[in-house]
């Protein structure tokens, strides 16, 4: 049974994701699509933020089965996007990072979302830009201290 306070969070996550969705997601959900589906662009920016990552790396951050990784990184890598390099030292070891292709797009998709994203919250005064900022940062604070993993008693598809 959850505490009043995680039911409470529950609920205005559950109102958020519906009002980000409703006001801001929907007005660029399709851009880029025909160049990266939604799990490629994942695991792509993932790659990227982290320079250099394994493919049991993504599975763990991500909660994919290790099977879907492998067929969206030989997706991402048949487009030209990600590299994979083994180490000398241990030949099992495989790491993946972009390519320039692939960090070119990327800086391509991110500069269109923020370019949409402009025009949505630039319909706010700065009094409320403030408070979103405030507020972001303190969501992104506590996001960033998370586990990744499944809660217990979770069932992975």
């Known amino acids: 049974m959850a505490s009043a306070k995680s039911a409470e969070l529950c609920r205005l996550v559950t109102q958020s994701y519906g009002l980000y969705t409703e006001k801001v997601a929907r007005r660029f959900k399709s851009a880029h699509a025909e160049a990266l589906s939604g799990a490629q662009y994942m695991l792509l920016n993932l790659i990227s933020d982290a320079g250099r990552i394994t493919a049991g790396g993504l599975a763990a951050r991500t909660l994919m089965q290790k099977q879907q990784v492998t067929t969206v990184l030989n997706q991402l890598e048949d487009k030209g996007l990600?590299?994979?390099?083994?180490?000398?030292?241990?030949?099992?070891?495989?790491?993946?990072?972009?390519?320039?292709?692939?960090?070119?797009?990327?800086?391509?998709?991110?500069?269109?979302?923020?370019?949409?994203?402009?025009?949505?919250?630039?319909?706010?005064?700065?009094?409320?830009?403030?408070?979103?900022?405030?507020?972001?940062?303190?969501i992104n604070d506590i996001l960033a201290h998370m586990s990744a993993a499944a809660p217990s008693g979770a069932r992975s598809k």
Do not use: C, P
């Not at 070891?93 to 630039?122: M, P």
């Open 82 to 138: 990600i590299e994979r390099t083994r180490q000398n030292e241990n030949r099992r070891t495989v790491w993946l990072s972009t390519t320039e292709n692939g960090s070119a797009l990327l800086d391509e998709i991110h500069a269109d979302f923020n370019a949409q994203l402009s025009a949505v919250f630039e319909q706010l005064d700065d009094a409320a830009l403030d408070k979103y900022i405030d507020a972001m940062h303190t």
